[in-house]
């Protein structure tokens, strides 16, 4: 669990309105060579470096993806509904630049997979916050107001419904004679 307990500098140097102040002096922070100290201002936030990671639509949904193990680009292609080849080869190769994602090439043939690397694995608590905290907010309009339960009748149960509700109810017991 991350803990919010240590401020960032810009939160604590920040003025009452909320902005900082516009000129630094290296004198109020000793123990800062100049170099290091190079205008506190304008470093960006935590927060800023997170979200230019994770910029777009598409980075997190890959990271999500690519949460149980290396996959071919194609399966990739499949399982991103709405996103183009050029869009997905942008984003993968963007990724990759930024360390998130290694591609990785089988020797005997041309096919390539893409996983996370250590750096991108380490993406995996914030992208499944993003997830749980969606489906908090999700989960309570998708719930069917009930009927009165004179009016309640249970529809024909299609091919599929059927088979749901079996796996559901698990596997049958023996009967005893």
Request: hydrophobic share 40%; charged share 25%.
């Amino acid at each position: 669990m991350t803990s919010f307990s240590d401020p960032f500098p810009r939160a604590v140097e920040a003025t009452s309105e909320g902005a900082l102040p516009a000129v630094r002096s290296t004198a109020s922070r000793p123990g800062l060579a100049p170099a290091a100290s190079a205008d506190i201002a304008t470093a960006p936030s935590p927060l800023e470096v997170t979200l230019g990671v994770l910029d777009g639509r598409w980075k997190p949904l890959l990271i999500w993806q690519l949460f149980w193990g290396a996959r071919p680009f194609c399966e990739l292609m499949r399982r991103m509904p709405g996103m183009t080849k050029k869009r997905l080869r942008r984003e993968l190769a963007d990724m990759e630049r930024r360390g998130l994602v290694r591609r990785i090439v089988s020797p005997d043939s041309r096919r390539a997979s893409y996983g996370l690397t250590l750096l991108g694995e380490s993406l995996k608590p914030v992208v499944g916050g993003m997830y749980e905290w969606g489906l908090r907010l999700v989960a309570p309009t998708l719930r069917v107001p009930a009927r009165p339960a004179a009016r309640a009748v249970r529809p024909p149960d299609t091919p599929r419904a059927a088979v749901l509700r079996l796996l559901a109810e698990g596997p049958a017991k023996p009967k005893q004679v």
